[in-house]
């Protein structure tokens, strides 16, 4: 029946795509029709009417643009000139038949827009053109590459190269997915047994026939002699495409191979001349960025993508990314003499790769389920946010099974047992397989990631310890008999149903009919099929596995699982974190830390689109790691504001760059920058919000805090009461705060109390942030109260302000990293809402302030009573509010390893020579 679904909801799809307004009465009318087909007639109209809404209430806001200044548009132009562009027509077709309603009208404005910021290939000379897209860690960036891809050649661009990475899998994973979308032939049927097997959109015939040099099998990086034996000219009549690794030797031997298309030129430099070429890096903060000393240090991956792009007279470069953080800071100076030899040949390496030209930042969509979906977020600009998903579970449990650092003095001390957390997550995943199967996914994959370390042997071990595991289960299950049956129902009673119930309260921006709650005999009739289909694979890049404990370990191939769906357990440590893409997955158990903060966002593979079983989805990791994950996204939101105030003001690549190199987030992504140890780093806060919501469960630190609290009091004059719920000072008060913020404790990375003081410091030398408002927030009906003494008004009771506690381990967290109510951030600003709305805009709070020079310091005695392990005096929070500064003086401060995250773990998981 969910095929028949499947197919009336695509049918209907088809019916709306006439209709420029989707309304529910258009949706009503056209299921009519739809089911008016007598295949059709036995569908639930009224499910099929709420997934159809649900489909068309999903949304896209506009990607935003920063572009340098000289670049024309071309492409409009162009279209009046070619009137057929077959093979984004044929992607587009076959993207809507997979999947109707996929934003095939989104993609195309935005492939668009993207293309016609890269040159005209018909542009005579010399040109070279350097772009970023930024996009959201498993947001469908493949899908959006693709569709430019084939815009690019219907275009004129000849010969398109696609670097994917630094593993095997993902190469070969991102080749199945170009061979689908955009050459239409399986590759390694061609290339292996010269047959000619459609796929994708080679089921949608255009006159172009297009030639791929690498396949999509487990060898099918490329290699100089089958280039040879295909005998495919380059730049010839048909268009031909590479997807490659970020190897050294594979990249030398491309760069030979093509080198011998080229000619000398005047200046002695060999160069392939009228072949247009575009290079896609995806993942392009990968390898890809020069982490050397200075200029002429650099780093083999890098060296070689220079150079192979130096090697063409006419190109476009477009790195691909979802943390841009160590691209924005790849210098603007380069060598122009250096050279590099490969195969004997001198080769210039040209210019680095900073995008220099543009960087699109696109928007995720309504649907996608990212960080601060996962972690809670609230913008403090604008007030948008949600309260995060109820998926996350501590796994503190991992001593001594999985040592927090595992390196060469314990590497073989392999364990003979895994944390009752990972049973846990194991069961369910069992449950989540199940339960899918009675929301109609019998045919869709499953998958369940287990990422604890880098060595072989490690994934090796836990791979043969989860497989006994299931052996267990399924036994079980098998049989009838066990008490693993007793174990699902308690965690499905426990666990599963309230979390339902909790995200269907809490999807921000779409619905999705499919959520419901299932009787638990219905689950349990489906665990023996869901069980028997799970397998367990040890994802490494050890073939030989003589000297392993487990065996299976073939790659995950979900597209030979097309049709009957794969569930799998995967195990495995960076070609997971930052390799294949594992469809369906619904179950994490995450342990790894990292020293690189980007690294962080990009090993989150449990980003990304889950219709129908968000509610099922798992998260299994340690309180360390989630803390980290909410800074993360603090920071990386503010920046991407950041970018969308400076696009709307129509501001280039570099002086984004200028902004991210002074941003007050770097207090927390540092090392996300590629900056070494002990770098000296200038940051300001020029209009910029500070807010604490992070707070330890230590009652001798919260003692501390409050102690500074009545410090602060005690060095001010009797406060204004003329506000119902707070008392305040303003005036030239500076040195109050600096005492208070240098005297506060916290943990919080975006909190460095001595670069604050060290800050304002700096401001008031220049004449700056004189004037200041500083309020203690007392609740008006609280709960509780605290007795305060202040001069003139002597002891007096302090409205303690209630906020929830969303923190799992060491620390009282609260919700949406957010601590102020918005009236508290403009008291001291002559604003008032306008009618009808509770409070004023964010953006005009922004403005008022900055027209005031008037600096804030909000603090927020919190209510301790509901709140585990912070004791019985208040928890001291604060919102601190910059004014804008036209001639701020930037703060230096000197880069740090974050605590927790010292020991990176050694990894030999590297590609055996295929």
């Not at 199967?437 to 490690?458: D, F, I, P, Q």
């Not at 003081?757 to 007392?778: D, E, F, P, T, V």
């Not at 509780?784 to 302090?798: A, H, Q, R």
Request: aromatic letters at 10%.
């Amino acid at each position: 029946m969910s095929d028949l679904f499947e197919a009336a909801r695509n049918v209907t799809h088809i019916f709306l795509a006439s209709y420029d307004k989707i309304t529910k009465a258009v949706i009503e009318a056209e299921v009519e029709n739809a089911l008016a087909i007598p295949n059709y007639s036995n569908i639930d109209k009224s499910r099929l009417i709420d997934q159809l809404v649900a489909d068309y209430e999903v949304y896209t806001g506009d990607a935003t643009f920063l572009v340098n200044d000289d670049i024309r548009p071309w492409l409009a132009d162009k279209k009046g000139i070619i009137k057929d562009w077959p093979l984004w027509d044929r992607y587009a077709a076959h993207m809507k038949s997979n999947d109707p309603g996929f934003p095939v009208r989104s993609l195309d404005d935005l492939s668009d827009k993207i293309l016609d910021k890269c040159v005209d290939p018909s542009v005579p000379g010399s040109w070279d053109r350097r772009g970023m897209v930024v996009g959201h860690v498993q947001s469908g960036k493949t899908s959006n590459f693709i569709g430019l891809i084939n815009k690019s050649v219907d275009a004129g661009y000849k010969l398109i190269i696609v670097i994917a990475g630094i593993h095997n899998s993902l190469r070969r994973q991102t080749q199945l997915r170009v061979d689908e979308g955009f050459i239409g032939r399986k590759s390694a049927d061609f290339i292996e047994q010269h047959k000619k097997v459609k796929t994708g959109v080679g089921l949608f015939s255009v006159n172009t026939e297009i030639y791929s040099y690498t396949s999509s099998a487990e060898d099918g990086d490329f290699k100089k002699a089958i280039a040879e034996r295909l005998n495919v000219p380059v730049g010839g009549k048909n268009p031909t495409v590479l997807v490659i690794k970020k190897n050294k030797s594979i990249l030398e031997n491309l760069i030979e191979w093509l080198s011998r298309f080229a000619i000398e030129t005047d200046e002695g430099t060999l160069k392939v001349i009228n072949i247009p070429l575009m290079v896609i890096d995806d993942e392009a903060d990968n390898a890809s960025v020069n982490s050397g000393k200075d200029i002429n240090d650099i780093r083999t991956i890098n060296r070689l993508i220079r150079t192979l792009l130096n090697l063409f007279q006419k190109k476009s470069f477009i790195g691909y990314t979802a943390t841009p953080y160590a691209n924005i800071f790849i210098p603007e100076a380069w060598n122009s003499d250096l050279e590099t030899t490969i195969s004997g040949k001198q080769f210039l390496v040209g210019e680095d790769l900073f995008p220099r030209d543009f960087i699109v930042n696109i928007p995720a969509p309504s649907n996608y389920i990212g960080a601060e979906r996962i972690f809670g977020y609230e913008n403090p600009e604008t007030g948008e946010g949600c309260e995060g998903l109820d998926i996350v579970r501590l796994a503190e449990d991992q001593e001594p099974y999985f040592p927090v650092s595992i390196n060469k003095k314990n590497k073989d001390n392999l364990p003979d047992d895994v944390p009752a957390s990972l049973y846990e997550a194991v069961q369910c995943f069992i449950l989540t397989c199940a339960i899918r199967k009675l929301r109609g996914h019998e045919t869709k994959h499953n998958s369940m990631l287990v990422h604890v370390a880098l060595y072989v042997k490690w994934i090796d071990r836990i791979a043969k310890l989860v497989d006994d595991i299931m052996d267990d289960y399924r036994g079980q299950i098998k049989s009838g008999k066990g008490k693993i049956f007793t174990q699902l129902e308690t965690l499905y009673k426990r666990d599963f149903i309230p979390t339902t119930i909790k995200t269907l309260a809490n999807l921000p921006g779409y619905s999705d009919p499919a959520i419901v709650i299932h009787d638990w005999t219905d689950v349990k009739a489906q665990l023996r099929k869901a069980v028997l289909k799970i397998e367990v694979r040890a994802v490494h890049g050890t073939k030989n596995t003589s000297q392993l404990d487990y065996h299976n370990v073939a790659e995950i191939n979900y597209d030979l699982n097309k049709k009957t769906g794969l569930s799998v357990i995967a195990i495995g440590g960076n070609r997971l974190a930052r390799g294949i893409t594992l469809e369906g997955l619904s179950v994490s158990y995450y342990l790894r830390t990292s020293r690189m903060y980007d690294s962080l966002m990009q090993m989150g593979r449990w980003f990304g689109y889950r219709p129908g079983y968000v509610d099922l989805c798992r998260l299994y990791t340690t309180d360390l790691l989630i803390r980290w994950y909410r800074h993360i996204t603090v920071a990386t939101q503010e920046m991407r504001a950041d970018f969308d105030e400076m696009a709307a003001r129509n501001r280039r690549p570099k002086d984004y760059r200028l902004k991210v190199r002074t941003h007050s987030g770097l207090l927390s992504i540092t090392s996300a920058s590629k900056m070494r140890l002990h770098e000296k780093i200038q940051v300001g806060f020029s209009g910029a919000v500070k807010q604490t919501y992070e707070f330890p469960r230590d009652p001798v630190v919260i003692k501390k805090n409050w102690d500074t609290v009545k410090a602060l009091i005690a060095s001010l004059s009797a406060p204004n009461t003329s506000q119902p719920n707070k008392l305040f000072w303003t005036g030239d008060i500076a040195e109050t705060v600096i005492g208070f913020l240098e005297s506060y404790q916290t943990e919080q990375p975006n909190i460095r109390q001595d670069i604050l003081g060290g800050y304002i410091r700096k401001q008031l030398k220049k004449g700056n942030l004189m004037n200041w408002a500083i309020a203690i927030r007392s609740n008006t009906q609280p709960e509780n109260s605290f007795d305060v003494e202040f001069k003139g008004l002597g002891v007096t009771k302090i409205g303690l302000t209630e906020r929830g506690d969303v923190g799992k381990g060491k620390f009282y967290e609260l919700s949406k990293q957010n601590i102020q109510d918005p009236p508290d951030t403009y008291f001291d600003l002559n604003l008032k809402p306008e009618k009808g709305k509770s409070s004023v805009s964010k953006k005009l709070v922004h403005q008022a302030r900055a027209e005031s020079g008037r600096a804030l310091l909000v603090i927020y005695p919190l209510d301790p009573a509901k709140i585990d392990g912070v004791g019985r005096l208040p928890v001291t929070g604060f919102y601190l509010a910059f004014p804008k500064i036209a001639n701020e003086e930037l703060v230096e401060f000197a880069a740090q390893v974050k605590p927790g995250f010292e020991d990176t773990q050694e990894d030999d998981d590297n590609d055996e020579e295929v």
